[in-house]
T-cell receptor, first 114, second 116 residues
Framework: SQQGEEDPQALSIQEGENATMNCSYK?????LQWYRQNSGRGLVHLIL?????REKHSGRLRVTLDTSKKSSSLLITASRAADTASYFC??????????????FGQGTRLTINP | NAGVMQNPRHLVRRRGQEARLRCSPM?????VYWYRQLPEEGLKFMVY????????ESGMPKERFSAEFPKEGPSILRIQQVVRGDSAAYFC??????????????FGPGTRLLVL
């Protein structure tokens, strides 16, 4: 079964607004990563947050991680039409061997309306 | 520095035929991962390879699927006797060697397989 579950499944907002997506997971992790996928394209790595970190920023992106609640959030500020895409969280499970296997959630489909 | 290359980008096969998907990792990367994505779903891990070694194939179906990453040349994901349920997007990712737990995986554009 999928480790990560994103919430909401779909999100539609106006350009300029902030978009928040959440991800929950079930087992221990080494790190959590967020990826973006434009329709029919490959995945673009956005940001990686380690299990001992609580918050990380990259440009207009802000990611938080709460290991006690097994959840993460991705905030995109001042959204643009080009941010329209599906966003996936992926966890790198704990344990030496499992660290290489990313487990993806179902994704959040974000639509930015001009 | 070219990214992860996959070919073909689109592949159409009839039931019972073989599908071969190729992946060339980023320059300097020695670790390759294959994932499968069904429509409207997230990616699911299939197999993790290093040069000439399969490290983790826990996501590979037991039959008809195989993967290799030879010393020279691209990684190959091979699906024998394809069925309609194999229709999906297959993504390859690569990462550099180094600290095992903190490597970012860089994804290719994917191969979209359609089985008629």
């Amino acid at each position: 079964s999928q480790q990560g579950e994103e919430d909401p499944q779909a999100l539609s907002i106006q350009e300029g607004e902030n978009a928040t997506m959440n991800c929950s997971y079930k087992t221990s992790i080494n790190n959590l990563q967020w990826y973006r996928q434009n329709s029919g394209r490959g995945l673009v790595h956005l940001i990686l947050i380690r299990s001992n970190e609580r918050e990380k920023h990259s440009g207009r992106l802000r990611v938080t991680l709460d290991t006690s609640k097994k959840s993460s959030s991705l905030l995109i500020t001042a959204s643009r039409a080009a941010d329209t895409a599906s966003y996936f969280c992926a966890t790198g499970p704990g344990g030496v061997q499992g660290a290489q296997k990313l487990v993806f959630g179902q994704g959040t489909r974000l639509t930015i309306n001009p | 520095n070219a990214g992860v290359m996959q070919n073909p980008r689109h592949l159409v096969r009839r039931r019972g035929q073989e599908a071969r998907l190729r992946c060339s990792p980023m320059k300097g990367h020695s670790h390759v991962y294959w994932y499968r994505q069904l429509p409207e779903e997230g990616l699911k891990f299939m197999v993790y390879l290093q040069k000439e070694n399969i490290i983790d194939e826990s996501g590979m179906p037991k039959e008809r699927f195989s993967a290799e990453f030879p010393k020279e040349g691209p990684s190959i994901l091979r699906i024998q006797q394809v069925v309609r349920g194999d229709s999906a997007a297959y993504f390859c990712a690569s990462s550099p060697s180094g600290h095992r737990t903190l490597k970012t995986q860089y994804f290719g554009p994917g191969t979209r397989l359609l089985v008629l």
